[in-house]
């Protein structure tokens, strides 16, 4: 059974930071792309970064400056640190694993976890 299982979300003041979570189990991780989404109330879900199989990272521009998305082979691990927080970021944060190549696009995502919520105050 393939299993994502985010943490670390919480209510941070603006301009605070969260590292975020995400374990994987039932699949070889190293074999996956993994990437960060995110929904805010009301919006549709977008896509925050994604990270190699080797490491190569890329990010929505937006978070480019402020959120660094990072994985550990090793312990099935993908993290995402978030630094400088706005209210605007305010979302429900998932991680999602695509098989060997890396895509932006919703659709081709293979597994998804259930999520993990993050409230910026200002």
């Known amino acids: 059974q393939v299993r994502l299982v985010e943490s670390g979300g919480g209510a941070v003041q603006a301009g605070g930071s969260l590292r975020l979570s995400c374990v994987v189990s039932g699949v070889t991780f190293r074999d996956f792309c993994m990437a960060w989404f995110r929904q805010a109330p009301g919006k549709a879900l977008e896509a925050v970064a994604t990270?190699?199989?080797?490491?190569?990272?890329e990010y929505a521009y937006s978070m480019k400056d402020r959120f660094t998305i990072s994985r550990d082979n090793a312990k099935n691990t993908l993290y995402l640190q978030m630094n400088s927080l706005k209210p605007e970021d305010t979302a429900k944060y998932y991680c999602?694993?695509?098989?060997?190549?890396?895509?932006?696009?919703?659709?081709?995502?293979?597994?998804w976890g259930q999520g993990t919520q993050v409230t910026v105050t200002s």
């Open positions: 990270i190699a199989r080797f490491g190569t990272s």
């Open positions: 999602a694993a695509r098989q060997f190549w890396c895509s932006w696009q919703i659709k081709d995502m293979n597994y």
